[in-house]
Every structure is written in structure tokens, then in C-alpha cells.
């Protein structure tokens, strides 16, 4: 039986435009000025394969129970007496407000499980928000964007424990892992794609150009189910002129940022070159896991040679991320390719990785000692607090008593700290510095 997901928040935080996305057309009213939804809409939603009734409610606001405002709150009360889960919206962009922090209250006294979602985070405009918006004691947030469709296989993961009938369909199996292979025209992808699946699934040849658009290939390793997704070669965007290639680079982008991991094909004859690193660094700037597969291992002579170069330039284009793995295979004579998986299995898994907080303030207490914060007007930076607040990728939120002041310099201390110390290498690792006390100290 379909479960039902009650939309709540205070108003204008975009819960009718989440409420089209997941009914898939615009069966709400949207408009820049609140309290344009008064009576609850309820529509059938999607995301993938979940299928659920979705409720829009007015905006939560305090009013007494004969004005409109107030007749208003009743229909979301009566909503939320029919729903199954509560997704409570905030703006991730005005971050925690009074009335936020007031209706979570409110609703943690309901018997209904809430899931809270920011919204507006499109970009990374809102990561000041997602990590403000622990304090409202509601759990792990889901980052969204309700306009631009961000966020949504996340919030798919969070209701899925609802659907009894898709547990049951689905009891033992794990979540598809979607990998990208991504490089400069002609360096093998394709025909790796075809060594991983053992079949001549997608077109090959020595022709530079022969994949146009996103391929995606279900597979299955070791019983673990896996889509690959075989893309057109990564120009620079100064040639990139035509129209097919500029609709082809934008689909390896699209498939890029859609991937949990990325394989960057580097040609080890030619390997280490200024276009590799960009895309290399494309990857991180995404946030994707990501692993380097040399390629054409085969042709290569001075193999150690090859190896250090790489390792010396990805030093240099990708300080951000420590200890990125490299694979060196040839796709053509399958040589090493039972070296692939493993590594981005691995690199999955470091993606997916949560540290405590008790260990992450011991570290900050230890990585303070060592190498003390800067001076700033002749006072000592103070760092109060770290926690992690979200994975895919690792992100932390550190407290200072001035986080503006704080060096790059020392932040890339901290980052490089981090991964050292938990075990993080190879994957970006994102570091907000917020302003304030410690918000989960008891007042």
C-alpha cells in the first residue's frame, strides 16, 4: 500500500515547487510571495521507482484558530494526522529561522516521523545552511533544490524505508552504484566498458569522436549491481565549437555529476597532460569519488618513469585531494583490469565514510597543540568544535571564534589532517568554518 509524505514549512521555502517536481507538473501554484498555497494539494509522487501521495500545506505560522492564517494551520494539522512522514522544509539560503526552530518543536511532539530537507542549495549556495540546520535536532539533513531537481536521490534513500512493498521487492539487494568513465577523446573508454561487461556493448575504433552521448550499461560485480556510464571524450572548452560537441560535452558533464564514482582514463603513452589534470580536477570540484586508470599500460617502456610523472602532477593540479588512487591497465588486453573494481569499490566506500565526533574533536585538540591557529589583533583564533554533517563527500562544519580570519593556508592543514587521520584519501573533503558556540553544548 502507497505511503503518504506530508509537506511542511514556514512559508516560501519552496514547498509547492518541490511538490511539482515530485508530481512532475506544475500542479501547484508557485510564486515569488508567500501564503500562496492556503488548502492542502495532495497528487501522486515519483522519485525512480517510488510512487507515494504527496500533500503541499500552507506555510506554519503562528495564528489564532478563527483567522484564515489559523484555518490554514488546521488543514496542515489534519495533513499531518494522515500522513505516514513529515518532510519539513527550510530555506537553505536564510538558513535556521526563530519560526523554523518553533515548528520542529512543534512537530517532534506529533507521533510522525519527520525528515528535514533544505532547500534552495543549488550550486553549494546553501552548505552554511545545511550545516546550521543540525541544531534542530531532527537528524541528518537532506540537501535539495526543489527548482533545479538536486537532491533527489538522496531524499529517495530517506523515504524509501516507507514503501513496505518496495522493501519487501527489494530485502538484501544494494543500491546500484553508478560509475562514470570519463577522459580526452580517444584514450579507451569505450573499449574499457567493454572489458569490465565482457561484451563489445558500445562502438570502438581508432577514430577520435566515436561516442557522442551518455552510455549507460547495467552490469553486475560480484553481485553487486553496477551502471556504467560510457562518455564523449572532455575537449577544452576553447575547442569545443561545433554543436555536436558542445551537446556532447555537456552530457559527459551532466553524466559526470550524476556518478558516485568517476574513473578518469588518462593514455599512459601520453599521459599527465594539462587536459587530464582539468578534468581530474573537474571531478573534485564535483565532489565525486575518483579514481585514475592509466590506460595503454601495454605500450608504455619506462613504466616507473610513467607512474612518478603522474603522481608528480596530480601533487601539483590536485592539492585539495590527497592520495587519489592509480590503476594502470590496458583496456585492450584486459592486463590489470581485475585491479579496476577494487579501487573504486574502495574509493565507494571512502566517499560514503562518517567519523565521529567525539574522535573528530579529539583530533581538533590534538591538530591545535601541534600547530596552534594564527594570531589575529593579537588574540589566538579559537577552534571550538568539528562534526561531520554529510557524507558523499566527507563535509565538516569547524566553529571558530573567527572563521573569516582563518588562513587558507591553515585550512589546508586541517583538510590534509582529516584525511590523514581517518582514513579519507583520494576523495575531496569539504571544511565550512561557521561562526559561534558549539550547538549541540547544552545551554
Known sequence: MAFTVAIVGRPNVGKSTLFNRLVGRRAALVAPEPGVTRDRREGWARIGPLRFRAIDTAGLEEAAPETLAGRMMAQTARALEEADAALLLIDGRAGVTPADEFFADQLRRLHVPIILAVNKCEGGAAEGGVADSHSLGLGQPIPISAEHGEGLADLYDALSPFDSEAEEGAAGADDVLRLAIVGRPNVGKSTLLNRLVGDGRVITGAE????????????????????????????????TTAPLDKLSSRDAERALGQAAVVLAVFDATDAAGRQDMAIAARVADEGRALVILL?????????????????????????????VPVVTCSALTGAGAEKI???????????????????????????????PPPLVAGRRLKLRYITQVKARPPTFALFASKPTALPKSYRRYLVNGIGAEFGLAGVPIRLL???????????
Request: hydrophobic letters at 40%; proline letters at 6%.
Open 208 to 239: 577520435p569522436g566515436l561516442t557522442r552521448d551518455s552510455i549507460a550499461v547495467r552490469w553486475s560485480y560480484q553481485g553487486r549491481p553496477v551502471e556504467l556510464v560510457d562518455t564523449a571524450g572532455m575537449r577544452r572548452r576553447a575547442k
Open 295 to 323: 590506460n595503454k599500460w601495454d605500450l608504455v617502456r619506462d613504466r616507473a618513469a610513467a607512474r612518478k610523472a603522474v603522481q608528480d602532477r596530480l601533487e601539483g593540479a590536485l592539492a585539495q585531494v590527497k592520495g
Open 341 to 371: 573494481m577494487p579501487a573504486v569499490l574502495s574509493a565507494f566506500e571512502i566517499w560514503n565514510r562518517r567519523v565521529p565526533t567525539a574522535a573528530l574533536n579529539r583530533w581538533l585538540e590534538g591538530a591545535a597543540q601541534h600547530h
Open 433 to 443: 568554518l561557521r561562526a559561534g558556540k558549539n550547538p549541540y553544548a547544552p545551554n
